[in-house]
């Protein structure tokens, strides 16, 4: 196995403080040393939160993250940092989401990326927002999510 | 089988309309032709609504009812029409659930009688009502509701 | 292991047909070779349906029935004739359900026996029914029957 | 992230009453600020319910409403008054389903829009209606609804 | 919405007997108000019972319906008595299955039609069927049955 | 039904802050106007967050509360910003979840209470935390709580 | 329905022994009534077993074929024969799933066929085996056999 | 930790055929390290398979097998040794799984065993056999064995 | 909330190596500053690996702890060592789980503790060992661990 | 059936001892029998370790390889062990996946290979990979792994 080069990594080891916001976080990438191979990560989130823009009151969210890295890999502590900084930070569902998606995409120029943004009822009814970065390449393996839906009680 | 006598039934047979509220609503019974057996009869209602009492919304809840008869059987379509009662009725969510129970009990004289209301979730917190008539009787057998807890996403 | 005897049996191994109705159905006994052993036998009949004695339509029911035998054990194609003899038959729910526990219970001379009938929705709202001999011996293991609470849909 | 145009709102933050009727329920909409971006919103409705055109009972649904936006988000308070307009109005469960794909589609305008509409079983034998409003895209994610089947009981 | 136009029913209201066969069931069709609209109705069956051809005992099927209209809709009590009409009837598995998918195709004239035949295991063995009318549309949104293997048990 | 005097709330209505922390929070009560019946009331929490007291990192938790009502009810926006009330604030699991009940025990003065508090996996070994402020009563009918257990992954 | 022709059955009525190899095995067919129409049966076996042809220690599977029928349908109890007849004979685990595959499509010559054979595990680390005898028919209806994966405890 | 004697097996290690027959079959012990503790030790054997006396058909089970250790454990390989000898053998259900669970009493003299027997269906009415030693003791922890009921189709 | 005392902890913070042996792994605790309380906290412990004694290969288990604390909590990361510490050690299933518990009772001295011990399968028949300290203390809320029982394939 | 050719193999039947790494592993192959069949072979391997590179803790996953193969199968035995091999192995999730993938690619040159890696989660946000060895062969059957998502708790 060849050794992934961490040389430029800031917030690694020591502790860091939860950003203040999503523009604050500082996403950090390590050189990908499979370059060339086309296959996916996921990132399954399911302790995302963040505040409602109207009320103030917080929302809740499980996230789930696939891309298919190009020339870097993000680094999983940059990325627990970056979800956290939204804990303070209102934002609407449908544009926090799109704008997760849309950040990791500018950040780690990957082949492909898509977030599902599985959001916890609000007035009985949850919404779901699922974006990618472009067409599904037909040539990679993508498994499903698999989230089950939104039952209510019973 | 015993003949179960329906002679005194008025809601049976013919449409019925919703009673426009749970006090208009008739409840109906017939005789039990099992006097003596101990034995509980379980309805599940996934179909419940009703009003919030505070801004005149829609609540939703599953409610289960067991009860051991003595000398009554409730007649399941008054059962139904009552339960439809509160569709455009404010409730508070204990209150429904404690009222529809003893509402049952004094119209029925059970031996025993219990409801759970599980209600759809509002502000992210759903609030379960579990109430009795009485202790669990030793005696007999009463299978748990088995209602899984509420979940959220993920 | 000791040898059942099945000199006494009628129905087995021929084709019977299904009988006309629950009282012409001739239910059949072994001789319980494990007398003094207290334990449970359990029956799961997924397949049970009887028409409505108001309205002539089918009704469906999953059975599940748990005995603990004394002098006899049933004979299984007898209560799968039994249960079938329901097919073409009127039947009240609460009444079936019950009828179908003393029956055996009066057939069999158990030390103890229960039935859950479990009925398939009607008018949104399903019946379940819990009967039992007696109360539940306390020096006996009888596993709950764990069936889920109707759901409805989603 | 960029601010969402919420100036033409006339439901938002006050209560408001039901709509007595889907015709006079006022659907809402902002302007899209990620106009151009092709992914999928989703609502999932668990909480749905109307009357029964013949017979005036009540009937209850599970919606989940898929749709790509194009220059307009639904405003999900307006969302939420629309179906519950149905409350209190009599609906053919194809007709219903099919109504309220068509009154978003023309709406939203929509790049694409679908919705699945899961009844709650009459007469033991329940409905499901899936409607779209035009092919799949096939350059878009667009995850399975994952509604388990009908299951009755046992 | 639209007025479904019923005067041609006969059997809607009141009490229809069991048809004594399939080939005596009547099948009954509305007109259908959203003709040209490409979408799926589903019917779900969980209550299906027929005889087995050879022995004379009791079969049992799970059956899901999917069909795109075309100018007729299903007129669902009739579809209810139709499948009421294999309750005392003979009929393979196979065969049945196919027969209930062409007659409702041939009766219909639908853009589209399948049924799913999951039967109750004999022998240890259970038998699916899964018929098409033709090829699935490849512009019309169709789910999954996804009802889950057969399992026996553990 | 009676009316549930609500004129002493303070935060009911109108937007309410988080409170800093949860000595800030000001809980509030109703008079229980169904006194002397013995019953349950569970809330679930499924959106409930804290911060590591040793790392600073947020902490996410499942929050189950049942109680058995004396002379007060808790009003359940009041406990929803008690809950929110922890966002920023440092606690370890076992102290917090105990915290939490008996605060609500001391405030309520319930009958019985209990807190099942199931944390979300640090290191890969989750902890819950099952504390009541006394007995089981034997007279009230308390279901499981029937979180299902951490199961990693597969 | 047509009748399907059994005359050229050897096997179905009486009793059958377990053949003594699969090679012993007489596999039957019967006509297939619906030629020319394109749809798939399945067979779940849950019940195989045979043997490990290296410690002779028994092996389970659990089994799924799947086939669209040409001019001829598997009579079913050869069937469960021909699965039973491996219950005292040895076979690798791939080997024996291709063997059925292979054997069943040359004896029924089938539009197309498939098996999924799901095994025990051996060692903590089961296999699934996959066989087609050829591409899936793109005009057919074929649903995922879907079987959980493995999953050891917890 | 203490050490095991294993010194007076005989069918660890080797290579051990299948016995011929339960009479055949050697069960092995070791003495029990921990005597005085009193704990359960649960054995899950879904790999259950026999004989049917009438008809010489292969039967199925899953076994699950509870029991408290007195001065002996059950050594493993005889353990699976002795439920392989059923294979080939014909037995009762009843007799089946109540045989089991008395031989290994006799043999284990333990302070309490219990074993449940879940058989595949036969006929559509699969039977389950719970037998225990004695009354479950008061004073040590037995979980339920938590096996679903038997489910049929859908 | 009182302030936990931390002082005493050794391997708290810095990176510590997984103990060569259990017998060298070091539990630490803290001051309990509920002392008094009754109540219960679970650790669930889905990773846990050994080493067969008979084999040298690698054995998993998933654990549940659960305790009723007296003057002392278990420090988790300790725990964690400990549990860690078996990796290259070897054990077998029965005297592992019983040496867990016990090792865990001594040191903490509580009130009562009990291990889950879901041992993955060898040889088709997994193990699960269900040890306590003593009985059950019925006035305590102490819910079931609810692991599903192993169910092999299909 | 054929006869595999095990000649060539080494490990198979001793007692063999864990490789202290992978590049020390041994993978072994055994002639294809069914050359020029298209199928899958799926491994399930939930019992998987290694150790976190950076801190020396152990990590968990549970690992899907679905291979069609060519001129060989992989030797199961030595597979067992070269998964093994990871046990006291510092390894990236990422990294660790995709190294087993193209080991077996090349040691097997399949006609295609995947492998999925559900990784247990580590600061709350568990990663997925999911690598192939090229495009999904659109003339085989590949059924989804169907792993759930990871779920956190509630
Ligand atoms: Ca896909
Ligand atoms: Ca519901
Ligand atoms: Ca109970
Ligand atoms: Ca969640
Ligand atoms: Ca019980
Ligand atoms: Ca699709
Ligand atoms: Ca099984
Ligand atoms: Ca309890
Ligand atoms: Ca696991
Ligand atoms: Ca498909
Ligand atoms: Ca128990
Ligand atoms: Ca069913
Ligand atoms: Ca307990
Ligand atoms: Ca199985
Ligand atoms: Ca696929
Ligand atoms: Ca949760």
């Excluded at 604050?24 to 505040?51: I, N």
Aim: hydrophobic share 35%; with cysteine; glycine share 10%.
């Amino acid at each position: 196995m060849v050794k992934t080069d961490t040389s430029g990594l800031t917030q690694l080891g020591g502790a860091a403080a939860l950003p203040a916001s999503p523009e604050e976080a500082v996403l950090e990438r390590v050189p990908h040393t499979h370059e060339g191979e086309r296959y996916v990560a996921r990132f399954t989130a399911p302790e995302f939160t963040s505040l409602c823009p109207m009320t103030g009151q917080p929302d809740f969210g499980h996230l789930m993250i696939d891309y298919i890295p190009n020339k870097w890999l993000v680094e999983s502590k940059s990325l627990k940092l970056f979800l956290g900084s939204f804990r303070n930070h209102g934002a609407f569902h449908e544009d926090c989401s799109v704008y997760i998606g849309k950040r990791l995409t500018e950040f780690l120029d990957p082949v492909w990326l898509r977030i599902g943004a599985y959001w916890y009822p609000r007035g009985g009814i949850p919404i779901d927002v699922f974006w990618a970065s472009g067409p599904e390449p037909k040539d990679v393996w993508i498994p499903d999510q698999g989230v089950p839906p939104y039952r209510g009680r019973g």
